[in-house]
């Protein structure tokens, strides 16, 4: 069900182009793919010379909201989950990540972009698994 009063398809279109411009700039600056699990799994056996672009990135991926606010409120967050199972969906997260070489930002964003398959039946799984797993949770479950 569609929240029409808070369904803002102007700010989306936004946030996409935003996001497709750094995605498309950061690949013809650097060399490089925003993929967020890829960049943040860098830092885990860092190269020589690789952790200061890296740790700019994330810190603008966690600034960026902060300057949001400065504009306009940030939504609240809800989070109907207790610490364990955001303990597990992370692990999970994150081995999937591991298992199709990338994380929907990588693949969906960046790999579609340019014309990967490999990007275009990892996108296709994450889209089927998101599916699969809404419709059991409220067709099946509740």
């Known amino acids: 069900m569609i929240d029409w009063p808070h369904f803002t398809p102007w700010t989306a279109l936004a ?8 995605a498309a700039l950061f690949l013809l600056l650097n060399g490089r793919v925003a993929g967020i699990s890829g960049i943040l799994g860098g830092l885990l056996r860092p190269a020589s010379g690789d952790v200061g672009w890296r740790l700019a990135f994330l810190a603008g991926l966690v600034g960026a909201p902060l300057l949001f606010q400065l504009f306009s409120p940030l939504p609240p967050v809800v989070v109907e ?20 070489s990338g994380c929907t930002s990588g693949h969906g964003v960046c790999g579609l972009s340019r014309l990967s398959l490999r990007s275009l039946a990892a996108t296709a799984a994450f889209m089927f698994a998101g599916f699969a797993t809404v419709f059991v949770v409220r067709h099946l479950t509740a």
């Open 15 to 22: 946030g996409g182009l935003l996001i497709g411009l750094a």
């Open 81 to 100: 989950a207790d610490t364990a199972t955001l303990i597990v969906a992370g692990l999970l997260v994150g081995l999937g990540t591991r298992y199709g």
